[in-house]
T-cell receptor, first 118, second 111 residues
Framework: GAVVSQHPSWVICKSGTSVKIECRSLDFQATTMFWYRQFPKQSLMLMATSNEGSKATYEQGVEKDKFLINHASLTLSTLTVTSAHPEDSSFYIC??????????????FGPGTRLTVL | AQSVTQPDIHITVSEGASLELRCNYSYGATPYLFWYVQSPGQGLQLLLKYFSGDTLVQGIKGFEAEFKRSQSSFNLRKPSVHWSDAAEYFCAVGGGNKLVFGAGTILRVKS
C-alpha cells in the first residue's frame, strides 16, 4: 500500500513554455502532499506543502508565481512550472503523507519527474 | 529548526564487507528519523524509520539503524554489502510537519 505515482516521468520543453507535473496517491487519500526539487548530486529541497482545498505553503525563496501548485482532490496534486527556463531543469519529486491516524511525518515518495528545459 | 548532517559524501566498500553510514541530527524535540535509498534517476525508497521504542530499528534489505539520543545520531548499518546496494542514501528528520534531508552519501561497492 501507500503508492504514489508521478506523471510524466520525464519531460523536455522549450524555454518559455509551461509544464504540468501530476502527483497521485493511488491507494490512500492524502490531505497533504509535498513537492521537492533535487539538483544533480544534491539533496532534496522542499519547495512547498500542498494541502487539499487550500493554498499551498511555499518555502522561503520559492517563487509561488513560478511554481503553481494545485491540490484539488484528496488523491491529486499538480505542479506547474510556468514560463520555464533552463535553470528550472531539475528532478522534481512529490510525496504524500499518510492519512489521519497513520504515523505522523511519514511520507511516501513518487518516482520523480525529470524536467529538461531547452 | 531541524537539520541533518551526513559527514561522508562518498563511501567505497568491498562486496561482503560491513557498512556504516553516519547521520547526525539537530532537533529540539523527540525526532522522527528515516533512512531512504535512491538509485540514479529514481525516487526514494524507505529503508527504515524510527518513531519511538526500541532504539535498534530493522529495515528492508538487511539494513538496520540505531538511534542514540546522547549522540544525536542515527547511523545506518549493514553487516554484508551486496553490489546491488550501490546507490545514494539519505537520512532525514521529521519535525514541524516537514522532512529535512541530509546531503546524502553515495555508496560505491567494489568487487
Amino acid at each position: 500500500g501507500a503508492v504514489v505515482s508521478q506523471h510524466p516521468s520525464w519531460v523536455i520543453c522549450k524555454s518559455g513554455t509551461s509544464v504540468k507535473i501530476e502527483c497521485r496517491s493511488l491507494d490512500f487519500q492524502a490531505t497533504t502532499m509535498f513537492w521537492y526539487r533535487q539538483f544533480p548530486k544534491q539533496s532534496l529541497m522542499l519547495m512547498a506543502t500542498s494541502n487539499e482545498g487550500s493554498k499551498a505553503t511555499y518555502e522561503q525563496g520559492v517563487e509561488k508565481d513560478k511554481f503553481l501548485i494545485n491540490h484539488a482532490s484528496l488523491t491529486l496534486s499538480t505542479l506547474t512550472v510556468t514560463s520555464a527556463h533552463p535553470e528550472d531543469s531539475s528532478f522534481y519529486i512529490c510525496s504524500a503523507r499518510q492519512p489521519e491516524g497513520g504515523p505522523s511525518h511519514e511520507q511516501f515518495f513518487g518516482p520523480g519527474t525529470r524536467l529538461t528545459v531547452l | 529548526a531541524q537539520s541533518v548532517t551526513q559527514p561522508d559524501i562518498h563511501i567505497t566498500v568491498s562486496e561482503g564487507a560491513s557498512l556504516e553510514l553516519r547521520c547526525n541530527y539537530s532537533y529540539g524535540a523527540t525526532p522522527y528519523l528515516f533512512w531512504y535509498v535512491q538509485s540514479p534517476g529514481q525516487g526514494l525508497q524507505l529503508l527504515l524509520k524510527y518513531f519511538s521504542g526500541d532504539t535498534l530499528v530493522q529495515g528492508i534489505k538487511g539494513f538496520e539503524a540505531e538511534f542514540k539520543r546522547s549522540q544525536s545520531s542515527f547511523n545506518l548499518r549493514k553487516p554484508s554489502v551486496h553490489w546491488s546496494d550501490a546507490a545514494e542514501y539519505f537520512c532525514a528528520v521529521g519535525g514541524g510537519n516537514k522532512l529535512v534531508f541530509g546531503a546524502g552519501t553515495i555508496l560505491r561497492v567494489k568487487s
